[in-house]
């Protein structure tokens, strides 16, 4: 039976085939691409010369290539467009996946040749690159417990294991929640819902084939609209409660004993690896360094926030009237408030905010910025009707290509993020990246334009954020290519990418989808005067996720978890309002428990704010949202570095120096913590 993952593919760009790749192509493309990459291995490993760069280093980045390419692809349709058998797939190959990486990661012969290449560093007379690549490595392997005695190394390799199966899961319980949860809806209980939130919630209602004339499901794109403009209480209750309770009902799909486990075993492996928690291991690696640095942000940033919180509360509650304000109504009365502050009301601003319009807005940043341009394919095979792609130009020759794959459906887990199909790298021949961005926008009926709000619209910019990390990657080692840096640095392309959104150049392309005109003056001006609003709110659901992201990860090796326990004691101990709820609650905060990509990491998010925010003051300094000056800077520094520098001084080459928090507190409109020629460095 022939496989495409086993042929070379003669596809444009050699792009992955996904017109011939099938589900039942995924187990033995696995099963090969594990024995090429241990025989690979084991190769190197086993060489009776001297350790050389050449062959230690270079040789690790070129084994793989069949493994990387399998898991790229398979790690976006299980997430993108999965079904019953490629989740039966992942089930089976997650534990054997980390099981290969662990045997790496723990192989003494290879470690050794590693150690001595790390231990000769200085005398080897690396170029910059090459010397980063060496130290990550070395890391790598050291952070994967390549220093464990024997006894260590099984018990460690086991908790791997086990985490990745829990984290699977994880991830597979609060895609079950958010499929089989589906509210019907009356004409009377879509009352108050703008139009597109109509449209969308009547499509919904088809898909499922449902005998009513809308419906919701439990995703955040159908669940928002309807606590945001559902005049009818009940039903904004209703669908609250479920949004909140993904993956804690009690049933087959309840995550919190996988939550548990996963905490548990976590503070064991940091135990193991030599840290007091799980979080100091994570953070060792990351810019912020200690969690006692991540912590002091959450907290400077709470505090300011929670009392902006109370304030609106008291007028949300005054504007409500009768009855107390609960959870369900703060969205709904915040609108209210919006439109009563500020004259602004977010559906005005829609049909400015066409989804093709708004992705050619952010294309057209990254030619002002960037000189990058970008042009419709109509020949590359995709996983997905909904998926379009796009050849990146810069300088006149293709750099990349775009995926864009926009739209929510049912096989798709909620979210958006970017992934590649291909990295960028230079060793043995420029390979150009393919980089992918996946939302969950509702997908308007046949013929009718996909009509964003201002916060989809940044998530467009946000994600192609980090999509230019990868097109625009100019770098030699795959190890160190595109987003392959720290968490807490990852997100400083993205979030600072969002700014250009709201800039004048950028708003001026954002016209009418029917009439063709612009953004009213006056409605602009609506727009920026209502930018702090609800910032309290918004402060309090994020930075309470990451307070109880902490928390979990704080724990001592040897304590029982009880989920439901941590969750309440740290809400508790922070005085959260009852009137506002986690961002993401234990159950379902698959940035933590989903993988560990983001465990004692969320606050990851707010870090980069702080960069962000104050990076972007370089822009305004300049007097020019596109200074070709500062934008050849966040081009070599950050944009086109990859991991390939200490990220605090990649920062300081753009900025010129550290980075301050007051941007961030001032763009929240809170006050400044210090007068800002202070500069709070972090
Ligand atoms: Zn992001």
């Given at each position: ?387 379009r792609v796009w050849a990146v130009e810069r300088e006149e020759r293709v750099i990349g290509l775009f995926y864009g794959d926009f739209f929510a459906r049912p096989s798709k887990r909620s979210g958006a993020w970017m992934t590649s199909f291909r990295d960028q790298q230079k060793l043995g021949g420029e390979v150009i990246p393919l980089v992918v961005n996946t ?244």
């Amino acid at each position: 039976m022939s496989n495409p993952f086993f042929e070379t593919w003669s596809t444009p760009y050699g792009v992955p085939p996904f017109d011939a790749i099938e589900t039942t192509h995924f187990r033995p493309a696995y099963a090969q691409a594990l024995e090429e990459h241990s025989g690979e291995i084991a190769q190197i490993a086993a060489r009776a010369d001297a350790p050389t760069f050449e062959n230690t280093i270079v040789a690790l980045e070129n084994a793989g290539k069949l493994l990387r390419r399998v898991e790229m692809i398979f790690g976006q349709l299980s997430s993108a467009d999965t079904n019953d058998e490629l989740q039966a797939v992942e089930r089976e190959v997650v534990p054997l996946v980390t099981r290969h990486w662990t045997g790496i990661y723990l192989n003494p012969a290879l470690f050794a040749r590693i150690d001595d290449l790390h231990r000769r560093r200085d005398s080897l007379g690396f170029d910059p690159e090459s010397l980063r690549v060496l130290e990550r490595y070395h890391l790598d392997f050291v952070r994967n417990g390549a220093r464990l005695t024997d006894a260590q190394r099984e018990r460690f390799a086991a908790i791997m294991e086990r985490l990745a199966t829990l984290g699977t899961t994880f991830g597979q319980n609060v895609l079950a929640d958010e499929a089989n949860v589906v509210f019907a809806l009356t004409e009377a209980e879509v009352d108050g819902l703008p139009e597109f939130a109509r449209a969308a919630a009547a499509e919904t209602a088809r898909d499922r084939k449902l005998n009513a004339p809308y419906a919701a499901t439990t995703s955040r794109s159908s669940v928002e609209p309807i606590l945001h403009f559902a005049t009818d209480r009940g039903v904004r209750e209703k669908v609250f409660r479920a949004f909140v309770n993904r993956g804690h009902n009690g049933n087959a799909h309840d995550n919190r004993k996988v939550i548990a486990e996963m905490a548990t075993l976590r503070a064991e492996l940091a135990q193991l690896l030599g840290y007091e928690t799980y979080a100091a291991y994570k953070l060792d690696d990351s810019m912020a360094r200690t969690p006692a640095a991540a912590q002091k942000l959450l907290e400077d940033v709470w505090t300011p926030g929670r009392k902006r919180a109370e304030e609106d509360r008291d007028a949300l509650q005054e504007l409500m009237g009768e009855g107390r304000l609960e959870a369900w109504d703060w969205r709904y009365y915040a609108e209210k408030l919006r439109v009563a502050r500020y004259d602004f009301d977010e559906n005005e601003l829609k049909p400015y905010f066409e989804l093709d319009r708004v992705i050619g807005a952010a294309f057209y940043t990254a030619e002002r910025l960037f000189g990058a341009t970008f042009r419709l394919l109509d020949d590359i095979p995709v996983y997905h009707p909904d998926v379009r792609v796009w050849a990146v130009e810069r300088e006149e020759r293709v750099i990349g290509l775009f995926y864009g794959d926009f739209f929510a459906r049912p096989s798709k887990r909620s979210g958006a993020w970017m992934t590649s199909f291909r990295d960028q790298q230079k060793l043995g021949g420029e390979v150009i990246p393919l980089v992918v961005n996946t939302c969950n926008f509702n997908k308007p009926p046949e013929g009718e334009p996909a009509l964003l709000s201002l916060d989809e619209a940044r998530t467009v910019f946000h994600e192609f954020g980090h999509g230019l990390h990868g097109l625009l990657s100019d770098v030699t080692y795959p190890r160190l290519s595109g987003t392959n840096t720290a968490r807490d640095f990852v997100e400083l392309p993205s979030q600072l990418y969002e700014h250009w959104l709201e800039t004048a150049p950028v708003l001026a392309r954002l016209t009418h989808y029917k009439t063709g005109a612009a953004i009213p003056e006056a409605l602009l001006e609506r727009m920026t005067a209502a930018r702090k609003a609800n910032k309290g709110f918004e402060t309090v659901e994020f930075i309470s996720s990451g307070l109880l992201d902490m928390a979990y990860h704080q724990i001592p090796a040897g304590t029982a978890v009880d989920a439901d326990a941590i969750e309440q004691g740290t809400l508790a101990q922070i005085g959260m309002p009852g009137e506002i709820a986690l961002r993401h609650a234990s159950a379902h905060f698959g940035h933590i428990f989903s993988g560990d990509g983001y465990a004692a990491g969320y606050y990851s998010y707010l870090w980069s704010e702080v960069l962000d925010a104050d990076g972007f003051t370089a822009f305004e300094e300049a007097g020019d949202p596109f200074d070709p000056a500062t934008a050849g800077r966040l081009y070599t520094y950050v944009y086109s570095g990859g991991g390939s520098r200490d990220y605090a001084e990649a920062y300081r080459r753009f900025r010129g120096r550290d980075p301050d928090i007051n941007g961030l507190l001032a763009k929240r409109g809170f006050a400044t913590l210090q007068p800002i020629e202070d500069g709070a460095a972090l």
